[in-house]
């Protein structure tokens, strides 16, 4: 769910945030206050059980601002950021590309949920023998805001901690994937810790809080390996540019036939100057120009009863809308506009603007499974 904009940067909110909010707000207005302070009524206890929550969801946000805008300033995009049930996430347009960049960028989260812990916990000072319930409020949100802090300076991949580690062996030996490595099994070491934890707490008998741990281990432990497979990925993609790994041997469909005809004689059928059924993706075109692509996608969109009278060119995606990438363009970015996109294959270009075949997660895919094949992944 989009919310708006902060310094041009889009955020929103994971339907699982209300999930969170609602625990929080509860377990603030039900047991927190109440037990500290007997004495408020019980509308209080609700408001402000609500305005603290919803200002610990802004200090939340505030430290994810803090990495975008680092980010922002050392020249790596920033996508947007999202609340969910963890906390947020930056979602980060790329790798630093360099280790001081990393570092900085991990450590204005921290170093924001530092800040506001201070200003804070300097609040409480000051209304405690004012305003109860401001001072409560303060109180909580200055220990939450430190236990931020604290929590997301372990030292493991994926956490801020973990980058910093990652940045500080990346300067140290030079080698991004070497301390890639090492950062994420720190990460995935941590993430069993948490899961055997709460193991542990389940057996003591503290079943929220022990089941909360094994969820936030697992939760961990995923996190660490998408990112190292994505770091992986790069390593194995950098040095390569989307004309050496694109198919050339492009299936080309005239516009004028039906979606069936396609689909009986193109997808499932092998003809004389295709390489195989089971192709997902077509260049559609006329007299040498290419009119747009149709993929299997574009064609489970059109009711079956309704193939025989739709045509390929009615279907397709029309050229001048079709995302390109040029022949020289690094096949890691490829994977990342792929990704950004939510699209599986990409026309390939040469310098003229002349389509010359077509790049597909299934070309970057069966390259990485030969590599590691044959032992190149470092
Ligand atoms: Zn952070």
Redesign the pocket.
Known sequence: MRLGRIFGIPFGINYTWFIIFVLVTTSLAMVEFPVAFPFWTRAQYWAVGIITSLLFFASVLL??LS?SVVAIRSGIPVKGITLFIFGGVSQIGKEAQHPGTEAKV?IA??GTSLALAAAFWALSVVARPLNEQVFALARWLAVINAALAVF?MIPGFPL?GGRVLRAALWGLTGSFSRASRIATLAGQGISYLFILLGIVWVFNGNWIGGLWLVFIGWFLENAASASYRQVMLREALSGYSAGELMTRDCAYVPGDITVRTLVEEHVLRTTPDDVGGGRRCFLVSKNDTLQGIITLTDVKKIPRNRWDTTLVSDAMTAAEKVLKVRISDNAFSVLEQMDERDINQMPVMDDGGKVVGMIGRDNLIRFIRARSELGMQK
């Open positions: 430290h994810e990495h991990a989260g921290p997301n801020d």
